[in-house]
């Protein structure tokens, strides 16, 4: 129900955007969020953006990345820019059918719903 595109290779200090279109339900009154997973670890919590108000993002993306939503195309996206090596990685949408709170956000067993991931390779 979830689809992500927009992963691609990039040289560092670029830009990406990331998109994630959902069918089925609405998800306006949901929390959208993306993680990342590099390298087999487990998924790494990137940010999230809480229905109405409230967006987090983890300290190594904050001020280059940025969640933003478009309810009316049920869609929401991940602009990364100045881009490095480090945040090569395979990027997963996600949504949670609650609206979350703040210390819920960066675990991936609040989301109920996942994309199939989306590949970003960034190069020195």
């Known amino acids: 129900q979830l689809q992500a595109s927009g992963g691609g290779l990039v040289q560092a200090g670029g830009s990406l955007r990331l998109s994630c279109a959902a069918s089925g339900r609405p998800f306006s009154s949901y929390t959208v969020a993306w993680f990342r997973r590099n390298l087999g670890k487990e998924r790494d919590f990137v940010g999230a953006r809480r229905s109405g108000s409230g967006t987090y993002y983890a300290d190594s993306v904050k001020g280059r990345f940025t969640i933003s939503r478009d309810n009316a195309k049920n869609t929401f996206y991940l602009q990364m820019n100045n881009l490095k090596p480090e945040d090569t990685a395979v990027y997963y949408c996600?949504?949670?059918?609650?609206?979350?709170?703040?210390?819920?956000?960066?675990?991936?067993?609040?989301?109920?719903?996942w994309g199939q991931g989306t590949e970003v390779t960034v190069s020195s």
């Open positions: 996600a949504v949670s059918l609650r609206n979350l709170i703040y210390s819920s956000l960066g675990s991936t067993m609040n989301y109920d719903y």
